[in-house]
């Protein structure tokens, strides 16, 4: 049973427009909700994360939007930039140790 | 800080033999991951340590998977023998204190 479901698989967005990513979670448990960015031949880089104690976190053009009810968070990319291309990951974890993550969605900014 | 360090960068070898994989935390953290990644099924947990204590090795796929840390700098991902089916991408991560884990650029292994 996949504990982190996360859509679209693939996104294509317009220079200067938003991305959005969007993650489901099963268990309550959760503790932490981070997002990370992986792109091509390197290793996933931690990006913005945030707790359920919060309904969102802004960093830059990122923010993250926390739904603790309906066990939904999702990533917001403002004034999105070609050099944002990647593929992003969401996670989640239980007291720091154990790490689900989402499938990925590869995202790409046309300039 | 070099980050975390991975060898080999690419592995390409024969099934049946046998592949080390090597990790070199970032010093002073604590916690180490074994991830592995692959297109079906994403990056998936197999391992992880803390102060070189294996914690939980239930993502490890088979016996023929096996994992060290003999001090807090080096750790190894050992596959013996190796199958087609292994071939993935090998990522080691560390974590100083709790929640934020830098990763390794990764092993790319390759089994014919």
């Known amino acids: 049973q996949q504990q982190v479901k996360q859509s679209p698989q693939s996104l294509i967005v317009q220079k200067g427009g938003i991305s959005i990513i969007n993650c489901a979670y099963e268990n309550t448990a959760f503790d932490y909700f981070p997002w990370y960015q992986q792109f091509p031949g390197k290793g996933p880089a931690l990006l913005i994360a945030i707790r359920p104690d919060v309904s969102e976190k802004k960093e830059g053009r990122f923010t993250i939007s926390f739904n603790k009810s309906a066990k939904q968070f999702s990533l917001h990319i403002m004034d999105s930039q070609p050099g944002d291309s990647a593929t992003y990951f969401c996670a989640a974890s239980l007291t720091g140790n154990q790490f689900y993550f989402g499938t990925g969605t590869s995202l790409t900014v046309i300039p | 800080d070099a980050g975390v360090i991975q060898s080999p960068r690419h592995e390409v070898t024969e099934m049946g033999q046998e592949v080390t994989l090597r990790c070199k935390p970032i010093s002073g953290h604590n916690s180490l991951f074994w991830y592995r990644q692959t297109m079906m099924r994403g990056l998936e947990l197999l391992i992880y340590?803390?102060?070189?204590?294996?914690?939980?090795d239930s993502g490890m796929p088979e016996d023929r998977f096996s994992a060290k840390m003999p001090n807090a700098s080096f750790s190894t991902l050992k596959i013996q023998p190796s199958e087609p089916r292994d071939s993935a991408v090998y990522f080691c991560?560390?974590?100083?204190?709790?929640?934020?884990?830098?990763f390794g650029p990764g092993t790319r292994l390759t089994v014919l």
């Open positions: 340590f803390n102060n070189n204590v294996p914690i939980d």
């Open positions: 991560a560390s974590r100083p204190q709790y929640n934020e884990q830098f």
